[in-house]
């Protein structure tokens, strides 16, 4: 039997000025929201509470101008690099100058490529099939690429200007407001939305593990830390749908058949200005479009937990195998705050670098030097994600 063929066309045109209205409304309630502004601490040096308020309302908050000029330079040339270690096309092994591409003899998982304004994820069993409706795909344009890389995985051993990032000191004293000082790292990230080509990010939420813990709260699955290399549009950018963090149950698919469409009406944009850096919690429901605008996105995405939420806990199967994080696996995944702080030091030997309770209370001295960049290959592998 052949199953009978439906016909589905898309009228892109009509499409387009949906999305254009849908965009113009979600900015005016994104900035209604008042969950945005500059990194401050209170007195005692916590973390100002309107932010801490803020945040746990919303599920995200943008910090407005983190990284300074030459910060943003240094992250520039680093993508530029990176890009231009990109294999020629996919399953390739070389780049265009021939050399061995990233990824190439790599066991963690590196790179991810999707055809141009697609949504690789979306309606599929990936990822846990935590992505369950796929997007809207505008039409590329006839002369691009076949497919691009959009995501990248392991950031900090292909950038040392990610990796100084990773060790910011104002960051990592907010991510301690937020997880505790004894916080641990998730992953790395960095996603590429190229103008006319960047792929969309399904609607999803993060957490795979813990939703029937009884302990579960609106902090389990930690969050994201998104630095904005170029900033943010409602077109290029990630949209949220504020609260859903504090939200045991959710049903995505419902949310997108009740709507319609995959524009959530609930959603706002995550907008931003080159050197902002937004937080977002991992369980808040997320998503970003296909990029089918004139501007450039590129996120420089890295996470953090609450040492509770991971220690000896089974997960993987996303991001990295599935493990027991038990402590001997944290403290080593820790090592790449260790670096990183020292590799910042070493860049901006103004600043006063943070100091990481753990490895202080261990007496642990980590040294961004020859012997370090070898040991940071594949580091990824041992991600710790839930
Ligand atoms: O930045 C994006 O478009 C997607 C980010 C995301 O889904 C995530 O960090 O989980």
């Given amino acids: ?45 916590a973390l100002h509470p309107d932010i801490v308020e803020a945040y ?39 780049d265009a100058q021939g050399r061995k591409a990233i990824g190439v003899g790599q066991q963690a998982p590196s790179l991810f490529w999707s055809k141009p304004l697609a949504d690789p994820f979306g309606g599929t069993a990936a990822a846990n099939g935590r992505h369950p409706v ?17 995501l990248m995985l392991g950031t900090l051993q292909h950038s040392e200007a990610a990796l100084r990032l990773y060790g910011h000191p104002e960051v990592l004293k907010m991510v301690s407001a937020i997880n505790g000082q004894d916080f641990t790292p998730f992953n790395e990230a ?84 080159p050197g902002d850096l937004a937080i977002t919690n991992r369980q808040v429901v997320h998503g970003s479009f296909a990029n089918n ?40 995944r820790s090592r790449m705050i260790g670096y990183a702080i020292d590799a910042r030091r070493q860049r901006f030997p103004d600043e006063t670098p943070f100091v990481y309770k753990p490895h202080a209370e261990a007496g642990e001295i980590w040294t961004w030097d020859d012997k370090a960049k070898l040991d940071v290959f594949d580091y990824n592998l041992e991600d710790l994600s839930i």
């Fill in 1 to 45: 039997m052949n199953p009978p063929v439906i016909a589905r066309t898309i009228d892109h045109a009509a499409q387009a000025a949906a999305m254009e209205k849908y965009m113009a409304e979600g900015e005016e309630r994104a900035h209604a929201l008042g969950n945005r502004g500059p990194i401050r601490f209170a007195g005692d040096g």
């Fill in 56 to 94: 746990w309302r919303c599920g995200f908050y943008v910090f407005e101008g983190v990284l300074k000029a030459d910060e943003l330079a240094d992250l520039e040339r680093d993508l530029k690099d990176i890009m231009s270690r990109f294999p020629v096309a996919k399953g390739e092994e070389v």
């Fill in 134 to 150: 796929k997007m809207y795909e505008p039409e590329a344009a006839k002369d691009a690429p076949e497919e691009i890389v959009y």
């Fill in 190 to 273: 960095l996603f590429i939305k190229e103008p006319g080509l960047g792929a969309s990010v399904a609607w999803h939420r993060d957490g795979v593990t813990h939703w029937d813990d009884p302990e579960w709260d609106q902090g389990t699955h930690g969050f994201n830390c998104m630095a904005q290399l170029y900033g943010c549009t409602p077109a290029n950018g990630l949209w949220v749908v504020p609260g859903t963090h504090k939200l045991r149950q959710i049903d995505i698919a419902a949310m997108v058949e009740a709507a319609g469409t995959d524009r959530l009406p609930e959603a706002v944009p995550l907008v931003a200005k």
């Fill in 293 to 332: 605008s004139k501007d450039w996105r590129v996120t420089f995405n890295f996470g953090f937990h609450r040492r509770k939420s991971v220690l000896n806990v089974e997960a993987g199967g996303i991001h990295n195998a599935r493990a027991v994080y038990d402590d001997a696996r944290i403290r080593r």
